[in-house]
């Protein structure tokens, strides 16, 4: 299941390029407090809540040019996930 070359959007082929550091950091700060205010009003972490809601976002981030089909599809989730 890889992927053919020429239909792989590839770093180069992107204007601006978010890193996965950058992707965390902004997941982290303004798309996490919500996932908690959500899911978590227990107190307690949804791990599942808050990997669907990462794959998610990275799935918009892709889709958007943001982040290139070959850093979607290698990246993994961030530790507090």
Not at 46 to 63: I, V
């Amino acid at each position: 299941m890889g992927y053919i070359l020429e239909e792989e959007q590839l770093l180069t082929d992107l204007r601006t390029v978010m890193t996965w550091q950058q992707a965390s950091d902004y997941f982290r700060e303004e798309i996490l407090p919500g996932v908690i205010e959500h899911y978590e009003q227990d107190g307690i972490p949804d791990g599942p809540a808050r990997r669907e809601t990462w794959n998610n976002w990275a799935d918009s981030l892709c889709k958007n040019e943001h982040i290139s089909d070959w850093q979607y599809a290698n990246w993994s989730h961030p530790d507090y996930l």
